[in-house]
């Protein structure tokens, strides 16, 4: 929303065209970035330990308990607009059905170029002339890219039998995410769903991504003396 701080995720779209000559198709590229974290969170480390006990972040009215330590999470983690940021990537070609026909996943050093919230990028959308879209102008184009995708995907998820997704929250936008080294990691949910072909790759090739080891019996018995 408008006072969030942790920027765990970014979005970008372009036009893009499938095949060649007369057959070709048009459709978009799009890339979801999730904050990495796994550069600073080593298995075994102190803070792995911490974030394995407490599990999530916990959100009050007032106040955040993160998972992570602050510096990390608001800091050094978070996908704020105008520096680099390690993230992982699933960077997908959906035609204009709504269907994802290529994709891959790799880690990258990402730079965000603006952060809307929805109620932004709504206003922007509602009134491309508007005092809200003069500002971001640069942006506007993005967002317009974005909301098309968005139209393309829900239509294939109402085929698929699935409901509408009622976004909360921040939304990042703008070119800017640079190849790192090869890799697979955990995709993001565009949408609110994983596509089903992207999903299927998640099942059936496991990511490498960071997992926290089982819970020993010392904690299970320190969880359920807890009030």
Known sequence: GEDARDFDDAVYCEPAK????????????LLVAIADV?????????????????????????????????????GLCSLKPAVDRLCMVCDMVVDE????TAYQFYEAVMHSHARFTYTDAAAILSNTRGPLAEKHTHRVNDLIHLHDVYR????????????AHRPGGHLLA????????????????????????VAAHLVTRPPSHRSHRAASPEQESRHERQP
């Not at 059905?97 to 994802?100: A, K, L, R, T, Y």
């Open 97 to 100: 059905h709504g269907s994802v």
């Open 38 to 74: 796994s550069h600073y969170v080593e298995t075994g480390s102190a803070i792995d330990v911490d974030a394995y006990d407490r599990a999530t972040s916990v959100y009050f009215p007032r106040r955040v308990i993160p998972m992570l330590p602050e510096k990390l999470s608001n």
């Open 152 to 163: 393309a995907l829900l239509k294939a998820r109402h085929r698929r039998g699935g409901g």
């Open 174 to 197: 703008g070119p800017g995410a640079h190849s790192r080294r090869g890799g697979r990691a955990a995709g993001p949910d565009p949408g609110g769903r994983l596509p089903p072909r």
């Open 18 to 29: 499938m095949g060649r000559g007369k057959s070709a198709q048009s459709g978009w590229r």
